[in-house]
């Protein structure tokens, strides 16, 4: 059994504007996983936080898969304390296939980030998300989903796509990794494909004018960024609910751990047919903040974000040893308009041995 089988379903999970931060290396008894920090240095990205997060989904992948196809993962996180880079080392043993339910979902799970159905969830829903979450070491899913929490949740959420075109770090960085046509999307298989973005068209267009810092400054100066706020928060009260991955140790581990439930939960939501949208960008920017990463960041849009924050605290019921690592929404979305392709397994792995 090859092990590029496993890899190419690791390498589907998802990442902060689909930069897919990582490298593969074999070894003679596995694969180690790199980070790399170029490939995403935004502000949502302090400290490799983000890109932490979606190498636990990748994680998750990789051993779900692995169990799948006949491999049994002995997985060590940052087993270099001088290498951060380095997230983790698996061993692999071979061993008769365990068929796991949640390897068909690894290739069906997308974003979708259109309105959804604003249903009751059945109970026992919420448990299994729950439970999925808190058996990996460290990690709690917290729900809400009552209407009114719903409206908060929704509006502390889009004070994010406020922010994103007001400064100029967060609004480069998006622009950046935003790709317009199909012909450059099999080019790169990378970045955030427009039509995944759900917009309508006239809203296309202006997001298209956008694109240039010197004339979103203008349509700022119009209302556009507070608009765009607005009609985001609309979607997003959409939702059947919102969720919050909760942390207690702010250190590199725990947001490779938040990744591995986020993939959990999501991987069990697709098996539902039911969707999942991040909505992460406020939580990484209150990291920043709160890490003290404030230099690109004006006071006015610090204030924004940790007012937003308060909101988000007292729905969840936060206390001051919570850690938020991500947010999202959930609910019955139907099928995305687009999905987002990968690079190519072959293009992510460093020269080495074979397993
Ligand atoms: C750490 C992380 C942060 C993300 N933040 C957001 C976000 O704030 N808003 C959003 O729309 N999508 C967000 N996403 C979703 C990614 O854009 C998406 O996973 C990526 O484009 C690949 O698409 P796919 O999930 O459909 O495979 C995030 C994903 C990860 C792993």
Same mark, same amino acid.
């Given at each position: 059994?090859?092990?590029?089988?496993?890899?190419?379903?690791?390498?589907?999970?998802?990442?902060?504007?689909?930069?897919?931060?990582?490298?593969?290396?074999?070894?003679?008894?596995?694969?180690?996983?790199?980070?790399? @920090?170029?490939?995403?240095?935004?502000?949502?990205?302090?400290?490799?936080?983000?890109?932490?997060?979606?190498?636990?989904?990748?994680?998750?992948?990789?051993?779900?898969?692995?169990?799948?196809?006949?491999?049994? @993962?002995?997985?060590?996180?940052?087993?270099?304390?001088?290498?951060?880079?380095?997230?983790?080392? $698996?061993?692999?043993?071979?061993?008769?296939?365990? @068929?796991?339910?949640?390897?068909?979902?690894?290739?069906?799970?997308?974003?979708?980030?259109?309105?959804?159905?604003?249903?009751?969830? @059945?109970? /026992?829903?919420?448990?299994?998300?729950?439970?999925?979450?808190?058996?990996?070491?460290? /990690?709690?899913?917290?729900?809400?989903?009552?209407?009114?929490?719903?409206? !908060?949740?929704? %509006?502390?959420?889009? !004070?994010?796509?406020?922010? *994103?075109?007001?400064?100029?770090?967060?609004?480069?960085?998006?622009?950046?990794?935003?790709?317009?046509?199909?012909?450059?999307?099999?080019?790169?298989?990378?970045?955030?494909? !427009?039509?995944?973005?759900?917009?309508?068209?006239?809203?296309?267009?202006?997001?298209?004018?956008?694109?240039?810092?010197?004339?979103?400054?203008?349509?700022?100066?119009?209302?556009?960024?507070?608009?765009?706020?607005?009609?985001?928060?609309?979607?997003?009260?959409?939702?059947?609910?919102?969720?919050?991955? /909760? $942390?207690?140790?702010?250190?590199?581990?725990?947001?490779?751990?938040?990744?591995?439930?986020?993939?959990?939960?999501?991987?069990?939501?697709?098996?539902?047919?039911?969707?999942?949208?991040?909505?992460?960008?406020?939580?990484?920017?209150?990291?920043? $903040?709160?890490?003290?990463?404030?230099?690109?960041?004006?006071?006015?849009?610090?204030?924004? *974000?940790?007012?937003?924050?308060?909101?988000?605290?007292? *729905?969840?019921?936060?206390?001051?040893?919570? !850690?938020?690592?991500?947010?999202?929404?959930?609910?019955?979305?139907? %099928?995305?308009?687009?999905?987002?392709?990968?690079?190519?397994?072959?293009?992510?792995?460093?020269?080495?041995?074979?397993?």
């Amino acid at each position: 059994m090859d092990i590029d089988a496993v890899l190419s379903q690791a390498i589907q999970a998802p990442s902060g504007d689909n930069c897919q931060p990582w490298e593969i290396q074999k070894t003679s008894d596995g694969v180690e996983i790199f980070n790399v @920090p170029a490939k995403d240095q935004s502000l949502y990205n302090f400290r490799q936080q983000a890109s932490y997060l979606a190498h636990g989904a990748l994680l998750e992948n990789f051993s779900i898969a692995a169990k799948h196809l006949g491999f049994d @993962p002995d997985v060590k996180l940052f087993p270099d304390a001088n290498n951060l880079n380095l997230v983790a080392r $698996i061993k692999l043993r071979i061993i008769n296939p365990q @068929p796991q339910q949640l390897f068909e979902c690894i290739a069906k799970r997308t974003t979708n980030r259109k309105p959804y159905k604003n249903i009751d969830l @059945p109970p /026992v829903l919420l448990e299994t998300l729950e439970s999925a979450a808190s058996d990996v070491p460290g /990690v709690r899913l917290m729900l809400a989903k009552g209407a009114q929490q719903r409206n !908060i949740l929704a %509006k502390s959420s889009a !004070i994010n796509e406020q922010a *994103v075109l007001e400064n100029e770090y967060l609004h480069k960085f998006l622009f950046q990794h935003v790709v317009w046509t199909r012909k450059q999307l099999e080019q790169l298989k990378s970045g955030m494909f !427009i039509k995944t973005l759900e917009m309508p068209r006239p809203a296309e267009t202006v997001f298209k004018m956008a694109s240039s810092w010197k004339t979103v400054c203008i349509l700022n100066k119009l209302g556009l960024s507070k608009i765009v706020a607005k009609q985001n928060e609309q979607v997003y009260n959409h939702s059947a609910a919102f969720g919050l991955i /909760v $942390i207690k140790n702010n250190n590199h581990d725990s947001f490779v751990r938040a990744g591995q439930a986020l993939e959990r939960v999501w991987l069990n939501l697709t098996k539902e047919d039911l969707s999942l949208h991040p909505v992460a960008g406020i939580i990484f920017l209150i990291l920043r $903040i709160k890490g003290g990463g404030v230099k690109e960041i004006s006071d006015k849009h610090q204030k924004m *974000v940790l007012r937003s924050y308060e909101n988000i605290k007292n *729905v969840f019921h936060l206390d001051d040893t919570d !850690i938020p690592a991500f947010m999202f929404r959930l609910g019955q979305g139907g %099928k995305p308009s687009a999905t987002s392709p990968r690079l190519p397994l072959k293009s992510l792995l460093r020269p080495g041995q074979n397993f």
